[in-house]
């Protein structure tokens, strides 16, 4: 905080410049009694008709300040706030809603008041989490429930691994009647493993039942060539822990899902991201351990010493009923700089499934180099200049999905290479289940709202066995190695589940599974609203609507519908805008609504109106960067 800031023609030292949308994350950790700045539009954009930003000063999840609307030559606004036993101090600004354009902002000469001699931490652990306002999920009741997809896929031969994902109080005995020959249950654990030998589709009736009661359920498994039917559901290391993964922290993360519950809402894979392997030579200190050859004298790829037993790490996974996953490049190194799979994708898709691993993240990283001529091609891969079309993106993706393939083990194949070359319309055909479409995420509105509401184009491409990435989830402690509570808003949370369970996305926790607290779970455990992701007609929502004006005044409201296999449709309303709007709906016959319909909170899980689409309008308060999502079935 040294650099001087020409703010308003005055240079006011001590603070940060920033672009609209951004939030600066402090912790405070109580020590601090007063802050106090001047905030402004920047200087660079004098005279600009674009700029338009508003400051707001956030401590553990209220509001203490905000500056309304500021313009470019607007006078600097002053202001002091009490931060009194305020842990997490947020700086904010906003893009007044109209995009981002010249929105340069400045929080000047920033001071804190101190009752202490200490310094503040502005990164690392605070000692409490953000405070969570309120939570919408009810509790799941006691008696049993059975959660989760109603359909899974699984090729013949393969080893087949599912856990009945049920609520309720334990002990538990479930059961399955019709289960096909070839597979068994374990009565108390609720596991289905064994191998189907031949393609066949069988409808089984699950049952849980303990001493308050039973439940029932019908479920379809498809043995056929394609697995993933509903997207995958897990954990995943990297915006967490990023290079600092471990074992042990693996291990601990997999303990995490069945202690917290989440494996009974359908939570499945536990993903190691990248830094599992051997690293290049680096002066980085937190890798230096990690610096060994990459693989045996044959060939074979060698785990890190933070790994010692990766068979041994998916025999533990397993074990709890849950799977596991690892990542790589089709490049020589990752993006991490670990080992990559060039010249070895037939090894590493032999060792993945010696090892016994489900998932496959491959990420492009430096295989651009191979493409671009800077590496040595001895094997003549298709490169960038000499390819008329894709040929040259596509490539390392086919061969490593038919190496994939080509075990006999099922391992989903995340294609991980930010979106080029349209990878939703190739995707499938080089056997991947999944595609990001963007770069990589952050816990910002920001990047929840460029990712989350641009992703219709891939839209047509999505189905059962194909889903839209819009990259993992950053709710919880998340921070790519220096773990904090994530600093979304509670609404923002609700908006990126609920965003991303309208889109049929891959659900990848991307927090430390050890520090779940209540409003977390409340996000990660509503059947209702899980069921909206892992529908098994497997389609991804579109923005059907979008409102620019309530009334006389400006607004950003997108509303995505998504149609569901039991003939309901969700539909998601999301207010972009940071004030809360209070929104009279009747725009039914743009959601392919209509007759009567019974309408459904499915955060809070209650019925909340009965309506005549030809003439009723539906009231909807949404709060600043929130959602509603509703289900709306048809009734009589
Ligand atoms: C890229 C990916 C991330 C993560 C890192 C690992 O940035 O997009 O999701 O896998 O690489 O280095």
Known sequence: MASLWPLEGKDLSGGVGTVAESVLNIYLNGGATTFSAHVGADDCKRDSKRTSVEFFVIGDGKQLWRSGVMHANDAAKAFEVSVAGVNQLLLKVGDADDGNNDDFADWADAKFETTIAKTFK???????????????????????????????????????????????????????????????????????????????????????????????????????????????MGWNSWNCFAHMVSADKVKSAADAMVRSGLINHGWTYINIDDFWENHIPTSEKDVQDLVKPFRDEKGFIVSNARFPDMKGLADYVHDRGLKIGLYSSPGPTTCGGCAGSWMHEAQD??????????????????????????????????????SKNDDFAIYPYKVMGGFLRDQNRDIVFSLCQYGGNDVWKWGGAVHGTCWRTTGDVNDSWRSIKEIGFYQDKAAPYAKPGNWTDPDMLIVGWVGWGRPHPTSLTTDE????????????????????????????????????????????????????????????????????????????????????????????????????????????????????????????????????????????????
Request: aromatic letters at 8%; one cysteine or more; glycine letters at 8%.
């Open 349 to 386: 898709a032999q060792t993945y499934a010696k090892w016994g691993f489900d998932y496959l993240k491959y990420d492009w990283c430096s295989y651009g180099d191979v493409t671009s001529g800077i590496i040595a091609n001895p094997l003549n891969v298709p490169v960038r200049k000499n």
């Open 122 to 232: 502005t990164g690392g652990e605070p000692v409490a989490a953000p405070v969570a306002p309120y939570i919408l999920t009810p509790a799941a009741p006691p008696t049993p429930r059975i959660n989760g997809a109603n359909v899974f896929g699984v090729r013949p031969g393969s080893p087949f691994l599912f856990t009945i994902p049920a609520t309720g109080d334990r002990p538990m005995e479930f059961s399955a009647a019709n289960l096909p020959s070839g597979l068994i249950l374990d009565k108390r654990t609720g596991q289905i493993s064994g191998t189907l030998q031949s393609k066949g589709e069988f409808v089984v009736t699950l049952g849980a039942r303990n001493s308050l009661g039973s439940a029932e359920k019908q479920f379809r498994i498809v043995c056929g060539d394609t697995i993933a039917l509903t997207p995958p």
């Open 493 to 636: 949370q609700y908006t990126h589940i609920s965003l991303w369970c309208m889109l049929a996305a891959p659900l990848l926790i991307g927090c430390d599974m050890t520090k779940l607290d209540d409003f977390t779970l409340n996000l990660l455990a509503n059947d209702e609203v899980l069921a909206v992701d892992q529908d098994e007609l497997g389609k991804q929502a579109t923005c059907a609507i979008k409102v620019s004006e309530i009334g006389n005044r400006i607004a950003d409201l997108r509303v995505y519908e998504k149609e569901l296999a039991d003939g309901g449709r969700a539909v998601a309303f999301f207010n972009l805008g940071t004030e809360q709007v209070n929104f009279e709906f009747n725009d039914f016959t743009k959601l392919n609504l209509s007759g009567k319909k019974a309408v459904r909170d499915l955060w809070r899980q209650q019925n909340i109106a009965t309506l005549n689409t030809a003439k009723d309008s539906l009231p909807l308060p949404i709060p600043g960067h929130g959602v509603l999502l509703y289900k709306f079935t048809t009734t009589k």
